[in-house]
C-alpha cells in the first residue's frame, strides 16, 4: 500500500513540473508504477491536492531524522528542524511551488498541512502547553515557517546561507514581540 503510495508521489513530484498536477499525470504515475491508471483513485480520492498532502505528511514525519535536539534551546531546536526539512527537499524547489499553486487553490488542505508542520515542529521543540498558548505558539510559527519557506524557494545562494539569515531574523522577531508580550502582560496583570 504505501509503497504504490511512494511510487505515485516520486513520479507527480519529479514531473508535476513538466505536465502540471493534471489526471494525466496521476494516470502516468501509476502506469509508471505497473498499476493500473485509474489506481490513483483509490489511494489519492481528492487528486493532486490528496498526493500533495501525502507529500507534506512525509515530509513532516522525515524532517527530525538526523537532528539532534536534546542540548538545544527552543528558538534553536526550531531553527534546526526547519532548516533540515528545507535542506531534505533543496532538490525538489520547483515541484513544491507547483505544490504551493495546487495549495492556493484548495486552501482548507493548505492550512491543514501548515497547522500539522508547525504542530509538528512544536512538538519536537517539547512543547506541552495546553492553554491559549497552544494556538498563538502555532499562528506564530506558520508565519514563520511559510515567510521562510517562501524566501527558500528563490535562495541561491552558497547552502542557503541567507535562508538560515532570513529565518534568523524571524525567530529574533519573535523573541522581540514574546518580550513586549510580556511586558504588557505584567503592566495589566493577567
Partial sequence: MAESQAKILKYCIENAVFDGWTIKLLENACI??????????????????????????????????????????????????????????????????????VYALHPAHGMKSTYNTVDAIWRAAGDTATDWNFYSKRMILAGVYTATLMYWL?????????????????????????????????????
Avoid at 49 to 66: P, R, S, T
Avoid at 79 to 87: D, H, V
Avoid at 157 to 165: A, F, I, P, Q, R
Fill in 154 to 190: 528563490d535562495d541561491k545562494s552558497d547552502n542557503h546561507k541567507e535562508t538560515t539569515e532570513f529565518l534568523d531574523r524571524r525567530l529574533a522577531d519573535v523573541a522581540k514581540l514574546g518580550k513586549f508580550t510580556g511586558k504588557i502582560k505584567a503592566k495589566f496583570d493577567y
Fill in 32 to 101: 509508471s508504477a505497473k498499476l493500473d491508471k485509474n489506481y490513483w483513485k483509490i489511494k489519492f480520492p481528492e487528486a493532486a491536492v490528496g498526493v500533495i498532502d501525502y507529500y507534506n505528511k512525509l515530509a513532516d514525519e522525515q524532517m527530525l531524522l538526523g537532528v539532534e535536539l536534546e542540548k538545544l534551546r527552543t528558538p534553536e531546536k526550531i531553527k534546526a528542524i526547519i532548516l533540515n526539512r528545507l535542506n531534505q527537499h533543496q532538490n525538489e524547489k520547483e515541484a513544491i511551488r507547483t505544490c504551493l499553486g
